[in-house]
């Protein structure tokens, strides 16, 4: 099928109509079951959370950066473990710490113990410049999360520019000198393949249709359990440190 790839923006807001997805923080921590995306950001956000549990303790406060906040739903994670944590986003309407793009922030280099970095870099012009942008504010020793699509609909906020495979993420870290220490999936094949049914029931009949992601959510969980498969995925987080000098 032909692609018009000069008003992809336009398609997709008309193609979009009323059905508006779910963006506040809570719907992110704490997904309902009927909701259609409820299976990747449920696995999304316990997987952020095991990452920071894989944390050193550090003896100072220490400071932490979430890029790309918006309305930083995973800050909580880090707060409880006791860090300082500061925000940048493209604009003031989240009200910020800082004003910036995950490519060019900005700030001092060395600054940071941890940065957060959620379902930001598929949004980016060039992720490779972003993951060094990341790298140069870490401190020598510090930590990064990072999570990214890998099987996920078009959504150009304000673009959609890239998906990532696992061997993807592993160059990403390594073209930015930072080692991966654990790498997650976000579901395996089932899990994916009724994250996409849910997609497609969603694009046609929006929220009217919560009753049936319901039971496809149910029944996914402990088939993608049953049957376990992380070569097809629906997202990857990862844990990757930078060298101490």
């Known amino acids: 099928m032909l692609i018009n790839h000069r008003s992809l923006v336009d398609q997709y807001s008309q193609s979009r109509g009323a059905k508006r997805s779910r963006h506040s923080a809570s719907d992110r921590l704490a997904p309902s079951v009927f909701q259609y995306d409820y299976l990747v950001l449920r696995a999304l956000g316990r997987d952020i959370q095991s990452l920071v549990d894989l944390l050193p303790d550090m003896s100072t406060t220490p400071l932490a950066l979430d890029v790309g906040a918006d309305k930083s739903p995973y800050a909580g994670s880090l707060l409880r473990t006791g860090f ?31 940065i957060l970095c959620t379902q930001v870099l598929e949004h980016c012009t060039n992720p490779w410049m972003a993951m060094g942008e990341i790298s140069r504010l870490l401190k020598p ?71 049936v992601y319901g039971l496809l959510n149910l029944l996914a969980e402990p088939l993608d359990r049953l049957i376990p498969n992380t070569l097809f995925c629906s997202n990857f987080a990862f844990l990757a440190q930078k060298e101490a000098r």
Do not use: K
């Not at 493209?90 to 001092?108: I, K, R």
């Open 84 to 114: 300082d944590l500061r925000r940048l986003d493209l604009t003031v309407g989240s009200n910020p710490d800082y004003v910036g793009t995950v490519e060019d922030t900005g700030l001092e280099n060395d600054r940071f113990d941890i």
């Open 141 to 211: 020793g510090g930590f990064a999360i990072v999570s990214v699509p890998h099987v996920w609909f078009y959504h150009p906020h304000p673009a959609d520019n890239w998906r990532f495979t696992q061997e993807g993420t592993v160059q990403l870290c390594r073209a930015s000198q930072l080692s991966m220490i654990e790498l997650r999936s976000q579901g395996g094949t089932i899990l994916t393949l009724f994250q996409v049914l849910c997609f497609l029931i969603y694009g046609v009949f929006g929220t009217w249709a919560a009753p």
